[in-house]
């Protein structure tokens, strides 16, 4: 038996393949941006490495370790992760049914088992212990793992050349942290509400290659939504509705043409728009501009649906000694029926959230309890011991609950009249935070669960009226290693989450579905709002000192703040 660590970066060549494509899809690297609008679409070319194939004489652990180096290169599915395999294996072998994702390849321990190795050996055993960190389903959906070793089999052989090859491995690929992103690239499957008022995103990670807009269509008519979203969005894609043929070309204007199968005649005009527009949405991130939906080659003129997009504020809700309201330039516009009574207790309030009409906040004051106010009116909200601070939906809902008591969430109508939430995070022991989503869809909280603090997700569940019921399951984003101390929506798809990690201030700006990012924070930081994109994050820091980032920086701002607020969704 033969053991080792290893110990040395990737096997790879040193030669990076620039591939032009019309169907490159988003960057990876960079500040994070919500999204050009439609028509917009601007796409950088697509770059990546290119493994090494077997070498001659190689040993059983170092064949195995080329395989997973070869991991690095998709292309032609994977042609040179295939060579390591057997003939036999290399025709069966699934790279797409998943990818495990591992710390560092540097830190993954081989130990080979290769029974009369000097004796003319034939066959034998590697095993490859990994510090997994997350995993991508074979849908490509992506969750985050807390850390835990996992173990690797593979058994080896050798062939009529003398060379070992690899005869027995799992389906799927297994990528390091920091390579994943080079491999992989993420894309936005779009889903409607229950309403079909609005489209809400759902991540997905394909592999960087050619033919990803025949890859998202496929995914979005044959697919579904992911577990956890499932419950909150529905598709327009009638079950028996399938495309006609296994690709989708994209000309050189950035048109797409879907050619459905035929029992999309029977449709009519409302489900045909709201086809197209499902489908125009998920494909802008693969640089489509416009879809064409044909059967038969005969154009169906689809229109477009009518969605409504989450609101854009470009301003920052803060509270000052004498004034609230939206500060925007050098003024804060106050909000009426609102400023002047938040003002009279300005020194007792601790947060604020406006709601999406601008006609009501939800407030927490000191001492804990929460109130709206509205109409220069103040209504007590919710009275229960150790609440943490309150979220408002786009539909006018208040969202409250104990830090200590995570089932007993509530959600109050505007006229004072509280819904249990059903099936409201039942692993939970404590949660910190809570953030209604801009399409009052999905559900972010920071919640202890297993002893481990998590920021995760989940689906809100409304029922006809759009009056909330349920929440769905509870999907894990990031585990976080620090203290959360505020978080926020920035646009659809990202959550920012500032930290206090070592005694340090950092912001975690966090995909749903998908990885993040880490940058540094104003030394005494207390909270954060969000936006529809990075830029129009602010931090408050313990002084009263606003801060934008620019950049990799932090400028200051208005000072004398005594509360940053935030606005619904975000």
Known sequence: MKRRRRAFP????????????????????GEVKSGLALGDVDLP?????IAAGPLEGASPDEIVEGFLDAALTPADGWKTAREFLSPDLAETWRPGAGVTIDSGAAAREFTADVPGVGDGAQEGDVRVLLDQTARVDEFGAYTELSGDTSLVSFEVAKNDEGEWRITVASDGIILDAEAFPQVYRSYALHFFDQSWTYLLPDIRWYPRRGQIATTLTQALLSGAPSAWLAPAVRSAFPSDVALARDSVPVDTDKVATVELTPAALS??????SRMRTQLEETLRSAGVTEVRMTVNGRDLNAGRATIESPRTETGTVV?????????????IAPYPGISQELVEIAASVASVEIAADDARAAVQLKNGGVYTVADGRVDQLDTRAGLIEPTMDPYGYTWTVPASDPRALTAWQSDVVPLEIANAFPDASSISHLRVGPDGGR??????????????????????DRVPTELGPVHTVARLDGQALGVSWVGADDLSVLMDS?????????????????????DTSISISGGSTSSAV?????????????????????????VLGTHTGQ
């Open 10 to 29: 990737i096997a790879v060549l040193a030669v990076f393949a620039v591939l032009l494509s019309a169907c490159a899809g988003l960057p990876t690297t």
């Open 45 to 49: 070319p697509d770059i990546s490495q």
């Open 267 to 272: 449709l009519d005009p409302t489900a045909l």
């Open 319 to 331: 509270l000052t000694e004498s004034e609230f309201g939206l500060y925007l330039g050098d003024e």
């Open 443 to 464: 559900l972010a909280a920071v919640a202890t669960i297993g002893g481990q603090r998590w920021l995760v997700v989940a689906a809100i569940i409304r029922d006809q």
């Open 502 to 522: 070592d005694g340090n201030r950092v912001v975690l700006t966090q995909a749903v579905g998908g990885t993040g990012l880490f940058a540094a924070a104003p």
């Open 538 to 562: 602010r931090i408050l820091d313990a002084g009263g000192v606003l801060f934008a980032q620019r950049g990799t920086t932090w400028q200051t701002g208005l000072s004398d703040v005594l």
